[in-house]
Protein backbone atom coordinates (compact mmCIF):
# COMPACT_ATOMS: atom_id res chain seq x y z
CA UNK A 1 0.00 0.00 0.00
CA UNK A 2 1.42 3.61 -1.10
CA UNK A 3 1.69 5.58 2.10
CA UNK A 4 -0.19 8.19 2.53
CA UNK A 5 1.74 10.32 4.90
CA UNK A 6 3.18 13.55 3.59
CA UNK A 7 7.53 13.18 3.89
CA UNK A 8 9.75 15.71 4.87
CA UNK A 9 13.21 15.13 3.48
CA UNK A 10 15.81 17.12 5.53
CA UNK A 11 19.42 17.97 3.80
CA UNK A 12 22.13 20.43 4.94
CA UNK A 13 22.53 21.84 1.62
CA UNK A 14 22.14 21.63 -2.21
CA UNK A 15 25.36 20.81 -2.99
CA UNK A 16 26.67 17.68 -5.26
CA UNK A 17 27.69 14.88 -2.90
CA UNK A 18 26.77 11.28 -2.54
CA UNK A 19 24.30 11.98 0.15
CA UNK A 20 22.46 14.93 -1.48
CA UNK A 21 22.16 13.31 -4.97
CA UNK A 22 20.54 10.66 -2.84
CA UNK A 23 18.02 12.22 -1.36
CA UNK A 24 17.15 13.87 -4.24
CA UNK A 25 16.84 10.65 -5.96
CA UNK A 26 14.55 9.44 -3.52
CA UNK A 27 12.75 12.85 -3.38
CA UNK A 28 11.90 12.93 -7.49
CA UNK A 29 11.07 9.13 -7.47
CA UNK A 30 8.59 9.55 -4.62
CA UNK A 31 6.92 12.27 -5.72
CA UNK A 32 5.35 9.76 -8.02
CA UNK A 33 3.12 8.61 -5.37
CA UNK A 34 3.01 10.92 -2.80
CA UNK A 35 3.60 14.43 -1.29
CA UNK A 36 7.32 15.05 -0.86
CA UNK A 37 9.04 17.97 0.33
CA UNK A 38 13.11 18.70 0.29
CA UNK A 39 14.10 21.14 3.40
CA UNK A 40 17.43 22.36 2.78
CA UNK A 41 19.14 23.85 6.10
CA UNK A 42 21.88 25.75 4.59
CA UNK A 43 22.39 28.49 2.16
CA UNK A 44 24.48 26.37 0.03
CA UNK A 45 22.57 25.64 -3.44
CA UNK A 46 23.78 24.50 -6.60
CA UNK A 47 21.66 25.41 -9.70
CA UNK A 48 23.56 22.39 -11.34
CA UNK A 49 21.28 20.11 -9.13
CA UNK A 50 17.98 19.12 -11.22
CA UNK A 51 15.11 18.79 -8.80
CA UNK A 52 11.55 16.97 -10.07
CA UNK A 53 9.09 19.89 -10.42
CA UNK A 54 6.89 18.19 -8.18
CA UNK A 55 9.25 17.58 -5.32
CA UNK A 56 8.54 20.79 -3.03
CA UNK A 57 11.41 22.46 -2.05
CA UNK A 58 11.82 24.33 1.08
CA UNK A 59 15.40 26.94 1.44
CA UNK A 60 15.52 28.24 4.85
CA UNK A 61 19.48 28.71 5.01
CA UNK A 62 18.76 32.28 5.13
CA UNK A 63 16.76 32.21 8.29
CA UNK A 64 19.05 33.26 10.97
CA UNK A 65 19.38 30.55 13.96
CA UNK A 66 18.62 26.63 15.15
CA UNK A 67 15.71 28.16 16.97
CA UNK A 68 14.26 29.94 13.86
CA UNK A 69 14.57 27.27 11.33
CA UNK A 70 13.22 24.76 13.81
CA UNK A 71 10.25 26.75 14.25
CA UNK A 72 9.49 27.08 10.97
CA UNK A 73 9.86 23.81 9.81
CA UNK A 74 7.33 22.60 13.17
CA UNK A 75 4.97 24.97 11.66
CA UNK A 76 5.37 23.41 8.31
CA UNK A 77 4.93 19.85 9.99
CA UNK A 78 1.58 21.50 12.13
CA UNK A 79 0.40 22.66 9.42
CA UNK A 80 0.23 18.94 7.25
CA UNK A 81 -1.02 17.52 10.45
CA UNK A 82 1.53 16.38 12.71
CA UNK A 83 2.70 13.39 13.75
CA UNK A 84 -0.31 11.70 12.50
CA UNK A 85 0.42 12.65 9.20
CA UNK A 86 4.35 13.79 8.81
CA UNK A 87 7.44 11.54 8.64
CA UNK A 88 10.38 12.99 7.96
CA UNK A 89 13.94 11.03 6.90
CA UNK A 90 17.10 12.80 7.41
CA UNK A 91 20.57 12.57 5.34
CA UNK A 92 23.76 13.91 6.99
CA UNK A 93 24.83 14.34 10.76
CA UNK A 94 24.16 17.74 10.44
CA UNK A 95 20.80 17.18 9.46
CA UNK A 96 20.65 14.50 11.84
CA UNK A 97 20.54 16.57 14.76
CA UNK A 98 18.62 19.03 13.68
CA UNK A 99 15.93 15.98 13.02
CA UNK A 100 16.14 15.06 16.06
CA UNK A 101 14.24 18.09 17.88
CA UNK A 102 11.39 17.44 15.69
CA UNK A 103 10.75 14.03 17.35
CA UNK A 104 7.89 15.55 19.29
CA UNK A 105 6.06 16.13 15.95
CA UNK A 106 6.90 13.94 13.18
CA UNK A 107 7.90 10.46 12.81
CA UNK A 108 11.59 10.48 12.25
CA UNK A 109 14.19 8.02 10.51
CA UNK A 110 17.44 9.07 9.43
CA UNK A 111 19.92 7.17 6.70
CA UNK A 112 23.70 5.93 7.10
CA UNK A 113 25.33 5.72 3.59
CA UNK A 114 28.62 5.01 4.78
CA UNK A 115 31.42 3.16 7.05
CA UNK A 116 31.05 5.66 9.68
CA UNK A 117 33.57 5.24 12.12
CA UNK A 118 36.48 4.88 9.04
CA UNK A 119 34.85 7.68 7.24
CA UNK A 120 35.06 9.80 10.03
CA UNK A 121 38.38 8.79 11.50
CA UNK A 122 40.22 10.10 7.66
CA UNK A 123 38.55 13.19 8.13
CA UNK A 124 38.68 13.81 11.56
CA UNK A 125 41.71 11.70 13.11
CA UNK A 126 41.18 9.85 15.99
CA UNK A 127 38.50 12.17 17.01
CA UNK A 128 36.33 10.74 14.57
CA UNK A 129 35.91 8.14 15.88
CA UNK A 130 34.06 9.47 19.12
CA UNK A 131 32.05 10.87 16.81
CA UNK A 132 31.38 8.78 14.74
CA UNK A 133 29.99 6.58 17.70
CA UNK A 134 28.05 9.44 18.81
CA UNK A 135 26.47 10.03 15.75
CA UNK A 136 25.30 6.16 15.98
CA UNK A 137 24.66 6.27 19.37
CA UNK A 138 22.41 9.57 18.49
CA UNK A 139 20.67 7.01 16.21
CA UNK A 140 18.97 5.38 19.12
CA UNK A 141 16.61 8.38 19.59
CA UNK A 142 14.73 7.54 15.53
CA UNK A 143 11.92 5.58 14.98
CA UNK A 144 13.73 3.70 12.53
CA UNK A 145 17.55 4.00 10.91
CA UNK A 146 18.03 3.01 7.56
CA UNK A 147 21.41 1.37 6.06
CA UNK A 148 22.39 0.84 2.59
CA UNK A 149 23.65 -3.01 3.40
CA UNK A 150 23.74 -5.81 5.72
CA UNK A 151 27.37 -4.34 6.77
CA UNK A 152 26.39 -1.21 7.47
CA UNK A 153 23.51 -2.63 9.75
CA UNK A 154 25.91 -4.78 11.64
CA UNK A 155 28.16 -2.16 12.71
CA UNK A 156 24.96 -0.34 13.86
CA UNK A 157 23.77 -3.41 16.01
CA UNK A 158 27.40 -3.10 17.71
CA UNK A 159 26.21 -0.05 19.29
CA UNK A 160 23.07 -1.67 20.44
CA UNK A 161 20.93 -0.84 17.39
CA UNK A 162 18.07 -3.06 16.49
CA UNK A 163 15.46 -0.90 14.67
CA UNK A 164 18.15 -1.30 11.55
CA UNK A 165 15.72 -1.42 7.99
CA UNK A 166 18.05 -2.06 5.04
CA UNK A 167 17.74 -0.49 1.74
CA UNK A 168 20.11 -0.20 -0.98
CA UNK A 169 21.29 2.99 -2.40
CA UNK A 170 19.93 3.91 -5.65
CA UNK A 171 20.86 6.84 -8.63
CA UNK A 172 18.29 8.77 -10.13
CA UNK A 173 18.03 6.47 -13.45
CA UNK A 174 15.00 8.54 -15.37
CA UNK A 175 17.59 11.66 -14.91
CA UNK A 176 20.92 9.86 -16.16
CA UNK A 177 18.73 8.24 -19.20
CA UNK A 178 19.33 11.37 -20.50
CA UNK A 179 22.80 11.84 -21.21
CA UNK A 180 23.65 8.42 -21.80
CA UNK A 181 25.24 8.17 -25.64
CA UNK A 182 26.68 5.97 -27.99
CA UNK A 183 30.38 5.25 -27.57
CA UNK A 184 32.86 4.34 -30.08
CA UNK A 185 35.58 2.59 -29.36
CA UNK A 186 39.04 4.06 -29.70
CA UNK A 187 42.00 2.33 -29.41
CA UNK A 188 43.08 3.96 -26.57
CA UNK A 189 41.87 2.16 -22.76
CA UNK A 190 40.93 5.05 -20.83
CA UNK A 191 40.54 4.93 -16.71
CA UNK A 192 38.22 7.44 -14.85
CA UNK A 193 38.26 7.91 -11.14
CA UNK A 194 35.25 9.52 -10.10
CA UNK A 195 35.74 10.91 -6.39
CA UNK A 196 37.07 13.15 -3.90
CA UNK A 197 40.62 13.84 -3.73
CA UNK A 198 41.31 12.61 -0.15
CA UNK A 199 43.48 9.99 1.86
CA UNK A 200 40.67 7.65 2.54
CA UNK A 201 40.18 6.99 -1.30
CA UNK A 202 43.80 6.85 -2.19
CA UNK A 203 43.82 8.34 -5.77
CA UNK A 204 47.74 8.19 -5.16
CA UNK A 205 47.53 4.24 -5.44
CA UNK A 206 45.87 4.66 -9.03
CA UNK A 207 47.92 6.96 -10.61
CA UNK A 208 51.33 5.08 -9.19
CA UNK A 209 50.07 2.13 -11.05
CA UNK A 210 49.31 4.02 -14.20
CA UNK A 211 52.78 5.02 -14.31
CA UNK A 212 53.84 1.57 -13.58
CA UNK A 213 51.63 0.52 -16.92
CA UNK A 214 53.31 2.82 -18.79
CA UNK A 215 56.68 2.36 -18.07
CA UNK A 216 55.64 -1.44 -19.13
CA UNK A 217 54.75 0.09 -22.53
CA UNK A 218 50.80 -0.62 -22.00
CA UNK A 219 48.51 2.43 -24.02
CA UNK A 220 46.41 4.11 -21.21
CA UNK A 221 44.97 6.95 -19.78
CA UNK A 222 43.69 8.43 -16.63
CA UNK A 223 40.65 11.24 -16.16
CA UNK A 224 40.68 12.16 -12.95
CA UNK A 225 36.84 14.16 -11.87
CA UNK A 226 37.23 15.49 -8.49
CA UNK A 227 38.78 18.21 -5.90
CA UNK A 228 40.09 17.84 -2.48
CA UNK A 229 43.77 18.46 -0.04
CA UNK A 230 45.62 16.08 -2.24
CA UNK A 231 45.02 17.85 -5.72
CA UNK A 232 48.08 19.84 -5.41
CA UNK A 233 50.13 16.36 -4.37
CA UNK A 234 48.77 14.44 -6.87
CA UNK A 235 48.93 17.00 -9.85
CA UNK A 236 52.88 17.74 -8.80
CA UNK A 237 53.15 13.27 -8.64
CA UNK A 238 51.89 13.50 -12.00
CA UNK A 239 54.74 16.07 -12.84
CA UNK A 240 57.43 14.20 -11.40
CA UNK A 241 56.68 11.04 -13.28
CA UNK A 242 56.03 12.75 -16.70
CA UNK A 243 52.31 11.45 -16.75
CA UNK A 244 50.94 15.13 -17.84
CA UNK A 245 49.43 13.50 -21.52
CA UNK A 246 48.20 10.11 -19.68
CA UNK A 247 46.93 11.75 -16.67
CA UNK A 248 44.25 14.67 -17.09
CA UNK A 249 42.57 16.72 -14.18
CA UNK A 250 39.19 17.54 -14.87
CA UNK A 251 38.02 19.48 -11.37
CA UNK A 252 34.54 18.75 -9.86
CA UNK A 253 32.36 18.69 -12.64
CA UNK A 254 28.66 19.41 -12.43
CA UNK A 255 27.90 16.92 -15.29
CA UNK A 256 30.67 14.13 -15.49
CA UNK A 257 28.72 11.63 -17.59
CA UNK A 258 30.18 12.52 -20.73
CA UNK A 259 33.71 11.29 -19.90
CA UNK A 260 32.61 8.71 -18.18
CA UNK A 261 30.41 6.82 -20.95
CA UNK A 262 33.69 7.31 -22.84
CA UNK A 263 35.63 5.61 -20.12
CA UNK A 264 36.57 1.80 -20.61
CA UNK A 265 36.74 1.10 -16.52
CA UNK A 266 36.01 3.34 -13.32
CA UNK A 267 38.51 2.49 -10.71
CA UNK A 268 37.87 3.45 -6.91
CA UNK A 269 40.56 1.89 -4.78
CA UNK A 270 39.35 3.48 -1.49
CA UNK A 271 40.02 2.19 1.81
CA UNK A 272 36.21 2.31 2.88
CA UNK A 273 32.92 3.10 0.91
CA UNK A 274 29.29 3.40 1.35
CA UNK A 275 27.67 1.88 -1.66
CA UNK A 276 29.26 4.47 -3.95
CA UNK A 277 26.83 6.41 -6.32
CA UNK A 278 30.05 7.00 -8.55
CA UNK A 279 29.93 3.22 -9.10
CA UNK A 280 25.98 3.00 -9.78
CA UNK A 281 26.47 5.96 -12.25
CA UNK A 282 28.87 3.84 -14.06
CA UNK A 283 27.15 0.67 -13.84
CA UNK A 284 24.16 2.31 -14.90
CA UNK A 285 25.42 3.47 -18.32
CA UNK A 286 27.86 -0.33 -18.48
CA UNK A 287 31.19 0.88 -17.42
CA UNK A 288 32.47 -1.64 -15.22
CA UNK A 289 34.34 -1.05 -12.00
CA UNK A 290 37.93 -2.18 -10.10
CA UNK A 291 37.05 -1.79 -6.37
CA UNK A 292 38.43 -3.09 -2.89
CA UNK A 293 36.93 -5.51 -1.53
CA UNK A 294 35.50 -3.97 1.59
CA UNK A 295 32.27 -3.09 2.84
CA UNK A 296 29.48 -3.86 0.55
CA UNK A 297 31.55 -3.47 -2.49
CA UNK A 298 31.17 -7.48 -3.57
CA UNK A 299 27.25 -6.85 -3.84
CA UNK A 300 28.13 -4.29 -6.31
CA UNK A 301 29.99 -5.86 -9.30
CA UNK A 302 29.72 -9.13 -10.64
CA UNK A 303 33.21 -10.48 -11.30
CA UNK A 304 34.17 -10.70 -15.01
CA UNK A 305 31.08 -9.51 -16.54
CA UNK A 306 30.43 -5.70 -14.45
CA UNK A 307 34.10 -5.48 -12.58
CA UNK A 308 36.56 -6.53 -10.46
CA UNK A 309 37.68 -6.94 -6.82
CA UNK A 310 41.17 -6.58 -5.53
CA UNK A 311 41.94 -6.83 -1.90
CA UNK A 312 45.59 -5.63 -1.19
CA UNK A 313 47.35 -3.38 -3.31
CA UNK A 314 49.78 -5.35 -4.44
CA UNK A 315 47.18 -6.94 -6.71
CA UNK A 316 45.63 -3.69 -7.75
CA UNK A 317 48.08 -3.07 -10.65
CA UNK A 318 47.23 -7.03 -11.74
CA UNK A 319 44.06 -6.22 -11.60
CA UNK A 320 44.27 -2.95 -14.12
CA UNK A 321 46.34 -4.46 -16.55
CA UNK A 322 43.73 -7.43 -17.15
CA UNK A 323 41.49 -4.86 -17.11
CA UNK A 324 43.82 -2.94 -20.45
CA UNK A 325 44.73 -6.61 -22.21
CA UNK A 326 40.78 -7.63 -22.44
CA UNK A 327 41.22 -10.71 -20.07
CA UNK A 328 38.11 -8.92 -17.80
CA UNK A 329 35.26 -6.81 -17.96
CA UNK A 330 34.47 -4.72 -21.23
CA UNK A 331 32.95 -1.55 -21.25
CA UNK A 332 29.21 -2.53 -22.29
CA UNK A 333 25.82 -0.91 -23.32
CA UNK A 334 23.99 -2.78 -20.82
CA UNK A 335 22.43 -1.20 -17.62
CA UNK A 336 25.02 -3.29 -15.03
CA UNK A 337 23.49 -2.35 -11.85
CA UNK A 338 21.96 -4.91 -9.70
CA UNK A 339 18.78 -5.39 -9.12
CA UNK A 340 19.27 -4.91 -5.11
CA UNK A 341 20.32 -0.85 -6.03
CA UNK A 342 17.31 -0.44 -8.54
CA UNK A 343 15.54 3.14 -8.01
CA UNK A 344 11.83 2.39 -8.14
CA UNK A 345 12.09 -1.32 -6.33
CA UNK A 346 14.10 0.62 -3.69
CA UNK A 347 11.47 4.00 -3.18
CA UNK A 348 8.66 1.98 -2.74
CA UNK A 349 10.41 0.68 0.18
CA UNK A 350 11.15 3.92 1.59
CA UNK A 351 7.06 4.56 1.03
CA UNK A 352 6.25 1.56 3.31
CA UNK A 353 8.97 2.27 5.78
CA UNK A 354 7.74 6.10 6.51
CA UNK A 355 4.13 5.13 6.44
Sequence with gaps: MINQKKVFVIIPSLIST??????????????????????????????????????????????????????????????????????????CLSADLFCISLKRYAYISCSVRANLPLNYYYEFGLFGIFIAYSHMLLMHLFSNVVAMSVEMSEQLRKVGLRKVSIIGNFVDEEYLERYRVTVEKNSDFRFVY????????????????????????????LDVIGTGPLETQLKKMVEDKNLTENVIFHGQLS?????????????????????????????????????????????????????????????????????????????????????????KENVLKYLELLS
Design 18 to 91: GPVKGAIALCNEMSNYINVTLIVLKPFYSDAIEINKRVNVVKIGDINGWRLKRKYIIKLVLDCGGKESVSILSS
Design 194 to 221: LASLTNRKRPELLIQSIYELSSKGVNCY
Design 255 to 343: NPYGILQKSDCLVLPSESEGISRAVLEALYFGVPCVLRDVDANSTLVVKGESGELFEHDNDFIDVLYDMVLGNSAKRSNKNFIPSYYKQ
